[in-house]
């Protein structure tokens, strides 16, 4: 799997994103993650032109840590993610594509 080009993740001690939004006068609260993590992991992005960040939870950056160190689909299954994030990951537009490898065993 490939990821978006433009994504950077940041994983912070501190509620960074929290601190950030209640400095933001027009911007909605609902949207965000709870902040119990001893670590808070923001996916910096870009939506459309625009840079972005979200808090996102701790399986899903496992996943993106696991596909920006270029696991294929078969690591994936095998290593401590949890691939039921993987439809999240695929609608918010932040996974590229795919990348076809040959392997040893075919």
């Known amino acids: 799997l490939l990821l978006q080009p433009d994504i950077e993740l940041l994983n912070c001690h501190f509620p960074v994103q929290q601190v950030w939004l209640k400095h933001q006068a027009t911007t909605e609260q609902s949207h965000t993650a709870s902040c119990d993590s001893a670590v808070n992991y923001l996916l910096i992005f ?3 032109f625009k ?4 808090q996102i939870s701790t399986p899903q950056a496992q ?10 689909l078969g690591q994936l299954t095998k290593a401590d ?8 990951l ?6 590229a594509g ?6 040893a065993d075919g």
């Open 46 to 48: 870009r939506d459309r």
């Open 51 to 54: 840079v972005s960040f979200r």
């Open 63 to 72: 996943l993106i840590i696991a596909i920006k160190q270029r696991l294929s």
């Open 81 to 88: 993610v949890d691939l039921s994030e993987l439809p999240e």
């Open 90 to 95: 695929i609608q918010q537009g932040w996974i």
């Open 98 to 103: 795919y990348k076809l490898a040959v392997t």
